[in-house]
């Protein structure tokens, strides 16, 4: 989730209200990226007047690449490379496929290991004071 989640991990729920007034985001949108990111397991969540939401594992185990995944469907959306394994027609004679494919193995090869917590170490301190 965000900055003020991985300050509190391992203190118990947090609420989207508390998220969205930390972070100064609209709690519509926070609660349309917490459902994607509970349906993946990402993140567990309690209903009720103590509810709210916490991290479903340690913030060193859950990459950004996880995150993207769980709230975009996958990195990048390109017709040459469907996540179903289909193809463009173009392929054989497609003179940037290869480069696309270049950019998505990079692409994926960082956000996979770039961690919650690695975010929290580089940016943390500006986030929330």
């Known amino acids: 989730?965000?900055?003020?989640?991985?300050?509190?991990?391992?203190?118990?729920?947090?609420?989207?209200?508390?998220?969205?007034?930390?972070?100064?985001?609209?709690?519509?949108?926070?609660?349309?990226?917490?459902?994607?990111?509970?349906?993946?397991?990402?993140?567990?969540?309690?209903r009720g007047v103590h509810g709210g939401y916490q991290l479903a594992r340690k913030p060193e185990e859950i990459t950004v690449g996880d995150i993207f995944r769980a709230v975009e469907g996958s990195l990048m959306t390109l017709d040459c490379m469907g996540a179903d394994g289909s193809t463009c027609a173009r392929e054989p004679i497609c003179a940037t496929r290869a480069i696309w494919l270049t950019v998505f193995d990079r692409l994926s090869d960082t956000l996979d290991h770039l961690s919650l917590a690695d975010v929290l170490v580089e940016h943390g301190a500006s986030a929330l004071g």
């Open 1 to 46: 989730m965000c900055s003020s989640d991985l300050r509190r991990y391992g203190e118990g729920l947090i609420s989207l209200n508390e998220v969205a007034e930390a972070e100064g985001l609209p709690l519509s949108y926070l609660e349309q990226i917490a459902s994607a990111l509970r349906r993946s397991g990402l993140i567990h969540s309690a």
